[in-house]
């Protein structure tokens, strides 16, 4: 499975844009780029997957760089239930979800 | 907008007893999951369930963890003696199934907190 490097906190301020990094150098060809997020004493919840092209949602957005050895999640707007730990994971063709440590995400009112 | 539910969100027990932990995977969805995340820590996969069997399972599922969907609707997770070590957050998962489980996404429930005293 490959693996991914975030950093472990950023810190925004509200109503401003926040791009959260991920770093997957050993992706392989056919393996998506996820990200979760998980709110305080909440489950994890999904919020965007991508391949190869940059995707939009109602979430978020995530850009994928060129070479697929790193994307970034970005908030357009972060509102204070935007804090949260921001995973980014990597995802074969098998079953398991493999997690690290995530990006503790603080929004400042 | 359906979810995955779980109970109890709360389970207290004494260390060597069985416990079992309740979800109600997500209705038209066929592939269901067990994660568990002790405090602070990362979240741990520990199984997944695919057409009424074990399709993968990680080295922390040993034989004192078994799993089962015991009617169309419920997808449980048995420790059946358990230690101090257990302690954490358990989150079960579902999703549908697609034909490349890669982009496959998969929703949580809430969690069941359990303590082992």
């Known amino acids: 499975d490959a693996k991914t490097t975030q950093p472990n906190s950023m810190e925004s301020n509200e109503e401003e844009p926040v791009h959260l990094p991920c770093n997957h150098s050993?992706?392989?060809?056919?393996?998506?780029i996820h990200w979760y997020r998980q709110l305080p004493s909440q489950g994890p919840e999904y919020v965007i997957h991508?391949?190869?092209?940059?995707v939009n949602n109602r979430m978020a957005s995530l850009a994928i760089a060129e070479d697929r050895k790193s994307s970034t999640l970005i908030l357009h707007r972060a509102t204070l239930r935007d804090a949260a730990v921001y995973y980014c994971l990597i995802r074969g063709n098998n079953r398991k979800l493999i997690w690290g440590l995530g990006t503790s995400l603080a929004v400042n009112p | 907008e359906p979810e995955v539910t779980q109970t109890p969100s709360h389970q207290v027990t004494q260390m060597g007893q069985e416990v079992i932990l309740r979800c109600v995977p997500i209705?038209?969805?066929?592939?269901f999951y067990w994660y568990r995340q002790i405090l602070g820590q990362k979240v741990e996969f520990l199984v997944s369930?695919?057409?009424?069997?074990?399709?993968?399972k990680s080295e922390i599922f040993d034989d004192q963890f078994s799993v089962e969907r015991p009617d169309g609707s419920n997808f449980t997770l048995k420790i059946r003696s358990t230690k101090l070590e257990d302690s954490a957050m358990y989150f079960c998962?579902?999703?549908?199934?697609?034909?490349?489980?890669?982009?496959?996404?998969?929703?949580f429930g809430a969690g069941t907190r359990l303590s082992v005293l």
């Open positions: 369930f695919y057409n009424n069997e074990i399709s993968e």
């Open positions: 209705s038209n969805h066929l592939y």
């Open positions: 991508g391949l190869t092209s940059n």
């Open positions: 050993t992706i392989s060809g056919t393996d998506y």
């Open positions: 998962a579902s999703s549908r199934l697609a034909g490349d489980l890669a982009k496959n996404i998969q929703y």
